[in-house]
């Protein structure tokens, strides 16, 4: 009864400071100028405050600093596993630090990178988050040393990091998409019996409900690179490191289904440059592989505004899609078993693909009701 009132507490506190503190992101962001000017890929026509991410950041340091010394149960949480919250919280602080610094003067993609990669390395050698078994349907458990474990590690974490931040084009949607994935994770947490990570998850989901005050459709502020990638970093870690508590042989699987919408979207986009750069523009180069990692206006969410779907609409469909796909982590989670993921894995994909491909399969659709009525 103690652990659940602790946590609610943190959820609702976590909240009422983000509510609270994200005004003064405002303020700041005008007064120093950070601000999203519009542009052919997005979708705003006047400038939007970029600085979300340190409302963000500043309520889970305040509420952390306040609670966890001072909360005998948090302590004690803390302390049974403090080498994994301590990476965390340190490469997240220094994810967050690149991110702000490219919201104000733009950080460059050579030094953002480098960052992540420092800060997943930290959480690797000195958390204990290691993907070094991965269960394969149909095929077993396979287990790595740790030279393909450690990139294998740092490309997950870096790779949904970034993600994150790339489908963070739509006012409300990485952050609501980053919403459901605590929920998610609460519950993995929850069946793990991990009463720390999930007040830190209940903490984060209360600071991103306090944002999202502010951040819907119509945005007063934006998440910025120094929210999207913060978010995307802390639920990268904490979502493999729940993974691995339930079992090793899903710490990959499982994560990657929760966070299947930013991910799924990320791989499909940079798939489809390529294919594009090769089948049609005929380069078939070296150099056709960097067009994979070209900005374009071909995410998810650009597919469905471009078929007539309001902004709001767009945003609710996709938190549909990411709660369903997260879903699928859960019960993979739940079940444990290697066919059953492997199920859950595709049902993902195909919804993806569905929703994705949607306009394009309306056609199709429309074309053969017409060759059915002319015969």
């Not at 931040?165 to 998409?177: E, K, P």
């Not at 970093?233 to 966070?259: D, E, H, V, W, Y």
């Not at 078939?284 to 960097?290: E, G, H, K, V």
């Amino acid at each position: 009864m103690l652990e659940h009132s602790i946590i609610a507490a943190l959820f609702l506190v976590g909240c009422v400071v983000t509510y609270f503190l994200t005004p003064l992101s405002i303020r700041g962001a005008h007064r120093f100028g950070v601000l999203d000017a519009p542009a052919k890929r997005k979708v705003h026509s006047a400038p939007i405050p970029r600085m979300g991410g340190t409302a963000i950041f500043g309520a889970l340091v305040l509420i952390s600093l306040a609670c966890i010394p001072f909360v005998p149960r948090l302590s004690e949480g803390f302390q049974v596993n403090s080498p994994f919250y301590v990476s965390i919280a340190l490469g997240a602080t220094m994810v967050f630090a690149v991110g702000l610094l490219d919201d104000v003067r733009n950080a460059g993609i050579v030094t953002r990178l480098g960052v992540q990669a420092l800060a997943a390395s930290l959480v690797y050698w000195f958390g204990g988050i290691a993907i070094s078994k991965v269960g394969i349907p149909f095929i077993g458990l396979v287990e790595f040393e740790w030279w393909i474990s450690f990139p294998l590690t740092v490309a997950w974490i870096v790779g949904v990091t970034n993600a994150l931040n790339i489908i963070d084009g739509l006012d409300g949607l990485a952050s609501g998409v980053a919403f459901i994935a605590c929920v998610a994770v609460f519950t993995i947490a929850t069946m793990n019996g991990q009463f720390f990570a999930m007040a830190s998850l209940a903490l984060l989901a209360g600071c991103l409900l306090g944002f999202l005050r502010y951040n819907s459709h119509p945005a007063q502020i934006f998440l910025g690179d120094s929210g999207s990638l913060l978010l995307g970093f802390l639920l990268a870690c904490i979502s493999a490191g729940c993974s691995l508590k339930r079992s090793t042989s899903f710490a990959l699987i499982i994560p990657m289904q929760i966070l299947a919408l930013p991910v799924f979207d990320t791989l499909y986009s940079m798939l489809r440059r390529v294919v594009r750069e090769v089948l049609v523009e005929k380069n078939t180069s070296p150099r056709a592989i960097t067009s994979m990692f070209k900005a374009d206006r071909g995410h998810i969410h650009h597919s469905l505004l471009d078929l007539g779907f309001s902004h709001s609409k767009v945003v609710w469909l996709l938190y549909g899609l990411s709660f369903t796909l997260g879903s699928f982590g859960m019960l993979s989670a739940l079940f444990l078993e290697d066919h059953v993921s492997a199920l859950f894995l595709v049902l993902g994909g195909l919804s993806f693909v569905l929703v994705r491909n949607y306009g394009a399969l309306k056609g199709w659709i429309a074309t053969r009701r017409r060759a059915d009525v002319q015969n």
